[in-house]
């Protein structure tokens, strides 16, 4: 299988960076796959697992806000907030749950940050 550069940052860091065979990208306006030679493409992330498929393995990174972009060098993930599957659990689970109920809860939110603390809800809703 072919394929491409992948590079997943966040502010705090630089949390992947190498050759993969695909990744899974949770986009607002769906989740897609990229692929070696995939058209070049910019959307934005909607909360929810972003999944990494290497040499056979699947790693999973939850990731809340930022961008995608396809390019002719490969697919870059610039996210708001980055955890590692592993690191889903305790106090930063409970702090992403808390956050995003606090979105949904408060008045007078625009309706596309509520929309997207229940995408979070139900992306976290498993853990």
């Not at 990174?61 to 396809?70: E, L, P, S, W």
């Not at 949904?104 to 853990?127: T, W």
């Amino acid at each position: 299988m072919a394929q491409f550069a992948f590079s997943l940052v966040s502010p705090e860091r630089e949390l992947f960076s190498g050759d993969v065979d695909a990744v899974v990208v949770p986009g607002t306006e769906g989740t897609f796959e990229v692929r070696a030679g995939h058209a070049p493409l910019m959307a934005t992330l909607s909360p929810g697992l972003l999944e990494v498929h290497q040499g056979g393995e699947v790693t999973r990174t939850y990731v809340r806000g930022g961008f995608a972009d396809v390019g002719t060098s490969g697919l870059t993930v610039l996210a708001e907030k980055a955890i590692n599957e592993s690191d889903l659990q305790g106090d930063t689970l409970t702090s992403e749950r808390d956050e995003a109920q606090a979105t949904v809860d408060a008045e007078g939110e625009e309706p596309e940050k509520v929309l997207n603390a229940r995408r979070a809800l139900d992306s976290l809703a498993k853990y």
